[in-house]
T-cell receptor, first 112, second 114 residues
Framework: SQQGEEDPQALSIQEGENATMNCSYK?????LQWYRQNSGRGLVHLIL?????REKHSGRLRVTLDTSKKSSSLLITASRAADTASYFC????????????FGKGTTLSVSS | DAGVIQSPRHEVTEMGQEVTLRCKPI?????LFWYRQTMMRGLELLIY????????DSGMPEDRFSAKMPNASFSTLKIQPSEPRDSAVYFC????????????FGSGTRLTVV
């Protein structure tokens, strides 16, 4: 079952612009993670934000988490053609012995 | 470390045949996960192991699917008999419980059942 749902499903921008993707989830979580998947490849972990954190940065990535709204956003600043990929949010529920549940992803296309 | 290693990368098989997918997790990672990815259903968790013990297999579609982890460095996912609707990309991932770097995924096995 899908826990996280990303929005939009697809996003097309020009190089240098910022890209914002959103994720909504349903149940209480321990942490939320974002992953990137290039075409034909496995997923790559980008960033993890815990339920008691509100914002986190890693290079050009900024993630926010609003547990009251059960939502998160991923901002990629100054995008590059190499950022073209699908981006997934994944939630770890607040329950021992559970694995990450992934959303269906946002497909980002950055044109030069 | 070479990362999570999956084999084969591609598998084409006829309906009714047995298929075995293989995974070698990262050394030191004690959790291993099998996911299936399709356009329609996205990424679905099939089963996950902790310290070689299956913890949650509720995502395994039906009795045709089975998974084993005989030791910390090897896992298999078997489909017998295979059906066309099993066509998907199957990913293996591993993780370390005490680190904040999430899951490390393999490159996947693209399975086509004709």
């Amino acid at each position: 079952s899908q826990q996280g749902e990303e929005d939009p499903q697809a996003l097309s921008i020009q190089e240098g612009e910022n890209a914002t993707m959103n994720c909504s989830y349903k149940t209480s979580i321990n942490n939320l993670q974002w992953y990137r998947q290039n075409s034909g490849r496995g997923l790559v972990h980008l960033i993890l934000i815990r339920s008691n954190e509100r914002e986190k940065h890693s290079g050009r990535l900024r993630v926010t988490l609003d547990t009251s709204k059960k939502s998160s956003s991923l901002l990629i600043t100054a995008s590059r053609a190499a950022d073209t990929a699908s981006y997934f949010c994944a939630t770890a529920r607040n329950q021992a012995g559970t694995a990450l549940i992934f959303g269906k992803g946002t497909t980002l296309s950055v044109s030069s | 470390d070479a990362g999570v290693i999956q084999s084969p990368r591609h598998e084409v098989t006829e309906m009714g045949q047995e298929v075995t997918l293989r995974c070698k997790p990262i050394s030191g990672h004690n959790s291993l996960f099998w996911y299936r990815q399709t356009m329609m259903r996205g990424l679905e968790l099939l089963i996950y192991f902790n310290n070689n013990v299956p913890i949650d297999d509720s995502g395994m579609p039906e009795d045709r699917f089975s998974a084993k982890m005989p030791n910390a460095s090897f896992s298999t996912l078997k489909i017998q008999p295979s059906e066309p609707r099993d066509s998907a990309v199957y990913f293996c991932a591993s993780s370390h419980p005490d680190r904040n770097d999430g899951y490390t995924f393999g490159s996947g096995t693209r399975l086509t059942v004709v």
